[in-house]
């Protein structure tokens, strides 16, 4: 994954950037320009309607009321019934231009966030990981939440705002181009005065949310910590820094609350020197320029007309900053590479237990030093093999390289005697299968996170699959059976009993290889032989590679695998590497030391 | 759509200035959730009765946003009347005779002055309406604060911890966000009322045209509202929905790729997505259909006020600068209007959050403070007498339970999952209060106790630590009384030293968000560190080593028996931790099923199978280690 993809950055974007992303996002998502031919016709006839009513006014006043014939009511009422029209067919073709915006940015959108989301979900794990996934989460929510807030507004505005603005400075210059030369000139200056008060408030805003972000981190402290804060008698403590937060926020709330109204006090006046200006000079040099009263009065509505446009451009330039970087982010996520790539004439797995061997299996994260290096395995079928190790001896990356969450650095696994790259990834899902120390469990049923185990499984095999690990008791005397919800993360079961759930679910499979990761956990005396059995009942007739914390698990397996620093340094039966006294003997003795009454250790 | 830009932006404007951000201009949701009145007549009332009740305590702002208000009011009537007079007196005689350029600058002069009254007047409406909001805002968090800072641990047990912030957060937001438009809005129906006025000076019929316009603009702004509200408060739950599989799924993102589920989540994603599509596009049918609407109603007024305004200009009764006056005082009204139905429509809103502050406030304060009795000197006893314990839904936890922990023994508490050993742990350091019976340390009753000498004298280690977003050294070092060597010697004991000095910037590495993120083992070290650093008296470990590597934890522990001389009461879960009692009591159905020594207690068939069951588990910690934190 290339970096910029979970580092946030800031929101400054040149405008060759903007273009850039721009081009990149209709490459993605040509749907874009579905219609948009139509709509920007549609946009400039209702920016050209913006007209009709000062121009009416313009035409009433010369034509029917100063004229030199003096009132035409006949004229006014044919005049004013064709602006009625006029403005209601503006009306309409509006709806048009907005529902028709809306609808391609919203598809768009859709169809970018469920691409995104699908791309990350093959990045390798190492890029999951946990610092990782809020990052992650936010490109497909508030990033395109970033770009979705743009298209209901700034997109449009974008599209009608320069027109509007185009349209107006034309009639201008039909009346008077010397007035609508002054009115561009009067204009001019509101620009930066405009821009930076936006700036100012933009970072007033960034303010507020920092200070925003620390009141909750100080709440979320007396909530918390609620506990924490009673028994060691600190309220007082966190009364201070609440309300230090509190004050600080408030502080900088009313700091943005000043530029705010500030930029909209100066964009009001601004309306109304522009108008003075008109008027002052369009009084003394009007008639010289070919203006008359109408057209001079239509100025002035005209004016009051342009300022707005030019105000909500101003405003929508940092929104669309935002909306740009959002937008690049994701495109982003959608253009990094995918590290382990599923083959597509995958070879399937045979049935029955699997054996597996691994030549000269070594592994390094993209940057990182070798975690795992020259590792030669060869297990028979139906092996039970445990893993022991400290932490960062390599047995985790070893657990991701024997399920394929990473592909090796060098070396290769072979499973069933094929190259594991080569596998068909739903084969390879099925037959090898990984039970890790914590299951996560999704927010449904019991029932229904079991039947993930294998695709389209249904109630019956689920029972069953309970049942082979002498479980059906266990589910029996859940309040709602298998349709008994589990909780976000499953955690309305205790780690023990997500494990049975995790089991279960292994066993619907029926996977050839199972790689257990043990609990470390402290689970309560009846869930601890319900997974007892299970574990033993779930690893009958297959091949097991289970990283062991307990004592009894390596004491009972075929061989074990000792690694240290990387590299598996010792490999045997419990009992011989006891003897040797090498790393295995020191681990145990310490694990003795912490676990066991000295007594009872002989028998085990 | 066709924003007129002024209006529009000002909507927006307005609706950021009470909030955190830029936001976007699509009205908010309307409560669906109930907590409100019956008819709308009732939550209008309740409404502003809550308005008032904030308002009053920000007399001096919401005086002053008013008399901003009034002024904009007038400001925009003067406007179009300037605009009328400089018709009449400048612009017509401008084209005919011709004018001076002193009146010229006069007229100039007079806009700027209205201008200035008009930018004045929202300066001052504004600021201070903003003002009044910010400072409610702050009154009602203080309040909340002290409310869940004095609240009795059941009541914090029996919330959950999102709704509890949100108490503080968006529920103090909601409440008073009908605040921001309240200046405006009352502001509004003066210059109503001036602007009818000024319509009838000018011409009744014109007058008449406003009449009609105005209450229609109401009216269809408030369908616009109505009709929009559910389907925003629709986008949001479809919001929430993406969110919500985007955050699961990629929390599973392991359980995904091994399950080979990740296009069957994808499909989850689609539908999501689809139904957020979806709700956003049938918004925007009904913002198409309105916002054009509301934007064309004014100019349709203005045309209707040319016709009329030439028809009465023919018949005398009025001049060409009336027909200016009234058609700008219509391009400036149409936006006020809408201000209405923006606070008419927060009103809801208020009286719902307003109802769950009020609730919160009303929670009454936890154990009332003993006052005087200090803890005894030297070491002390610590002594469960008859102790009962039921939580305020009436599930009994301890049922007559009596023991006592002499003074510098250790005492394990071993039982079964939902024992009440928590809830022991917690009542010796007065959490909650017994339900019956009493708790005494040095033979005083914890609740004589004054907090500060209970506090200094007893430390309790939770399982879960808690860890604040501060540095290393203030978590453990809370009131900041420790030298260095004080504070290496505590961590020594628990282990902590180490890592901690392996982290960046040792002691003083931030923990959390922006700073270090700990292992569930280190975390418990620390945290017994910070109980260590009080020098306690009675030291109460509730499974506070539980998730520590056995091989560190068996150092804790021996590093705990040499070097402690406090009475200790210690609920364990593993071998290693009864090992390290003098005694072991053994809690069953919340009352003292055994006691005595281990060794002795292994008669007793249930406490028997429960140490096997414990032995069985003989693990490893999931302290550091990789597979639990990068896999699962």
């Keep these: 994954m290339s970096p910029d993809v979970t580092t946030e950055e800031l929101p400054a974007t040149a ?49 029917g009321i100063l004229g030199e014939e003096g009132v035409q009511v006949a004229f006014v009422a044919g005049a004013t019934a064709l602006a009625a029209l006029l403005v209601l067919a503006v009306m309409v073709a509006s709806r048009f231009t907005y529902l028709r915006v809306v609808t391609i940015a919203e598809e768009t959108l859709a169809d970018l966030r469920v691409r995104a989301f699908a791309h990350i979900h093959r990045f390798s794990v190492a890029d999951l990981d946990e610092t990782r996934r809020g990052v992650l989460t936010a490109r497909v929510t508030s990033d395109v939440e970033t770009v979705a807030r743009f298209a209901q507004w700034g997109a449009i505005a974008w599209v009608v705002n320069p027109i509007v603005i185009l349209v107006l400075v034309g009639v201008l210059t039909v009346y008077s181009w010397q007035m609508a030369i002054v009115v561009v000139v009067a204009l001019v200056p509101l620009l930066p005065i405009l821009r930076f008060l936006q700036q100012r408030q933009l970072r007033a805003y960034d303010r507020v949310r920092t200070r925003v972000s620390q009141t909750l981190t100080a709440l979320s402290e007396l909530v918390m910590g609620a506990g924490a804060v009673r ?63 109408g057209s001079l009065v239509a100025t002035l509505f005209l004016v009051t007309l342009i300022v707005g446009p030019v105000t909500e451009l101003n405003e929508i330039l940092d929104q669309t900053q935002s909306a740009v970087a959002g937008w690049r982010k994701v495109l982003d996520v959608l253009d990094t590479p995918v590290e382990v790539v599923e083959p597509t004439d995958g070879v399937l797995l045979p049935p029955g237990p699997i054996t597996l061997r691994t030549d000269h299996l070594s592994f390094a994260y993209r940057t990182g030093p070798m975690v795992l290096s020259d590792v030669n395995l060869e297990l028979p079928p139906g092996a039970h093999v445990a893993v022991v190790g400290e932490t960062g001896s390599g047995k985790s990356t070893l657990v991701r390289l024997l399920t394929r969450l990473a592909d090796p650095t060098e070396g290769r696994i072979l499973v069933a005697g094929i190259d594991l790259r080569r596998v068909d990834p739903v084969s ?85 290889l199972l790689i257990l990761d043990e609990a470390t956990s402290a689970v309560d005396s009846v869930t601890e032989r319900a997974l007892a059995s299970a574990l033993t009942r779930v690893s009958a007739g297959r091949t097991t590679v289970s990283v ?57 | 759509m066709a924003r007129p830009g002024g209006a529009a932006a000002n909507l927006v404007r307005f609706t950021a200035a009470g909030d955190h951000g830029p ?16 008819s709308a007549g009732a939550v209008f009332m309740a409404g502003l009765r809550i308005v008032w009740r904030y308002v009053r305590n920000q007399p001096l702002r919401f ?106 957060d968006a529920d103090v937001q909601a409440s008073t966000e009908v605040l921001d438009p309240l200046a405006f809005s009352l502001g509004v129906v003066v210059l109503v009322a001036f602007s009818l006025v000024a319509l009838f000076i000018v011409d009744p019929w014109i007058a008449l045209v406003a009449l009609v316009l105005f209450p229609s603009l109401a009216l269809l702004n408030r369908a616009y509202t109505n009709r929009i509200a559910s389907l925003v408060a629709r986008v949001q739950v479809c919001l929430a929905e993406v969110a919500g599989v985007a955050h699961e799924s990629f929390d599973g993102a392991l359980a995904v790729k091994t399950l080979g589920i990740a296009d069957a989540e994808t499909e989850r994603m689609r539908v999501a997505a689809n139904d957020l599509r979806d709700a956003r596009v049938a918004v925007g049918r009904v913002r198409a259909v309105f916002e054009p609407a509301i934007d064309t109603l004014p100019g349709l007024g203005i045309i209707v006020v040319a016709l009329v305004g030439a028809v009465r ?119 909650m209060d017994p339900t019956s019976g009493s708790v005494q340390v040095g033979g005083v ?188």
Excluded at chain 2, 345 to 360: H, N
Excluded at chain 2, 400 to 420: K, Q
Excluded at chain 2, 571 to 599: K, P, W
Aim: hydrophobic share 45%; with cysteine.
């Design chain 1, 231 to 293: 028994a060691y008698g600190i309220e007082k403590r966190s009364r201070d820094r609440m309300e230090t937060a509190i004050d600080a926020q408030y502080d900088a709330e009313r700091r943005a609350l000043l530029f705010v109204t500030s930029s909209f006090a100066t964009s009001d006046l601004a309306g109304a020197v522009v108008t003075a200006i008109v008027v002052a000079v369009g009084v003394v040099f009007g008639p010289g320029w070919g203006l008359d009263a």
């Design chain 1, 15 to 63: 405008p060759a950037g903007a273009i850039a992303v721009l081009r990149r996002a209709l490459r993605t998502s040509p749907g874009l320009l579905r219609g948009v031919r139509t709509t920007v016709m549609l946009a400039l006839f209702g920016a050209a309607g913006r007209v009709v009513v000062p121009v009416l006014v313009q035409q009433v006043l010369d034509r």
């Design chain 1, 548 to 604: 062991a914390h307990r004592l009894s698990t390596a004491e009972g397996a075929d061989l074990v695998l000792v690694f240290d620093g990387g590299r598996l340094v010792e490999a045997g039966h419990h009992a011989e590497l006891v003897a040797a006294g090498g790393r295995y003997a020191e681990l145990y003795g310490s694990w003795l030391g912490g676990t066991r009454e000295p007594p009872a250790s002989t028998t085990g």
């Design chain 2, 313 to 431: 200009i023919g018949a005398g009764t009025m001049d060409p600068g009336g027909l200016v006056a009234a058609a700008s005082l219509f391009g400036l009204l149409a936006f006020p209007v809408r201000i209405v139905g923006f606070f008419l429509q927060e009103l809801p809103r208020s009286v719902v959050a307003t109802g769950r502050i009020d609730g919160v406030l009303a929670v009454p304060p936890g154990p009332q403070p003993g006052v005087g009795a200090a803890v005894p000197p030297g070491p002390v006893a610590l002594r469960f007498d008859h102790v009962g314990f039921s939580w305020p839904d009436g599930s009994r936890v301890l049922d007559d339970l009596s023991f006592s922990v002499a003074p510098g023994e250790v005492v394990a508490l071993v039982g079964a999952t939902g024992s009440g050993k928590t809830t022991l742990c917690e009542l010796a350091v007065r959490l």
């Design chain 2, 63 to 168: 005086t002053l946003a008013m008399i901003g208000a009034t002024g904009y009011a007038a400001g925009a009537v003067g406007t179009a009347w300037v605009l009328g007079a400089i018709t009449d007196r400048l612009v017509i005689p401008a084209f005919g005779d011709g004018v001076t350029s002193e009146a010229a600058a006069a007229g100039a002069a007079a806009i700027i002055g209205v201008g200035l009254l008009r930018a004045g007047s929202i300066l001052l409406r504004r600021y201070n309406g903003g003002l009044t909001g910010l400072r409610t805002r702050v009154d009602l968090r203080k309040a909340v604060t002290d409310t869940l800072l004095a609240a009795p641990m059941e009541y914090h047990r029996s919330r959950p911890t999102g709704e509890l912030l949100a108490h503080a």
């Design chain 2, 23 to 38: 936001v976007s201009s699509a009205p908010p949701a309307q409560p669906t959730a109930s907590g409100l009145p019956d």
């Design chain 1, 428 to 512: 390879r899902q099925q037959r090898i299968r990984l039970v890790p120390q914590d299951s996560f469990l999704f927010d449904t049923t019991v029932g229904r996170n079991v039947a993930l185990g294998r695709l389209g499984a249904g109630t019956d095999e689920v029972s069953a699959a309970f049942a082979d690990l002498d479980l059906g008791w266990w589910v029996d005397q859940l309040p709602l059976g298998l349709d008994t919800p589990v909780g976000e993360r499953g955690d309305q079961l205790s780690v023990g009993e997500r494990q049975l759930v995790a089991l279960a679910r292994a066993q619907l499979a029926d996977p050839g």
């Design chain 2, 445 to 632: 009753d914890v609740t004589e106790l004054d907090p500060a000498s209970l506090r200094q004298a007893v430390a309790l280690v939770f399982q879960e630590s808690f860890l604040f977003a501060d540095p290393l050294r203030t978590n453990v070092d809370l009131t900041g009384e420790l030298s260095g060597e004080e504070l290496a010697e505590v961590a020594g004991i628990a282990h902590a030293h180490e890592f901690v000095l392996a982290t960046p910037q040792g002691w003083d590495t931030p923990v959390g968000e922006r700073g270090v993120s700990l292992s569930g083992g280190q975390r418990q070290r620390l945290a017994l560190a910070r109980a260590l650093a009080r020098r306690p008296r009675v030291l109460i470990l509730d499974d506070a080593t539980s998730a520590i590597d056995p091989v560190v934890e068996a150092g804790v522990l021996a590093n705990l028996r040499r070097s402690l001389s406090a009475t200790t009461l210690v609920v364990a879960h593993r071998l290693a931790t009864i090992r390290l009692a003098d005694r072991v009591v053994f809690l069953a159905d919340g009352r003292v099923a055994a006691e005595g020594r281990h060794t002795d207690l292994l008669g007793v068939p249930a406490y028997a199978e429960l140490v096997r069951a414990y032995e069985r588990d003989a693990d490893g910690g999931a302290d550091g280690d990789g597979t639990g934190e990068g896999l699962s």
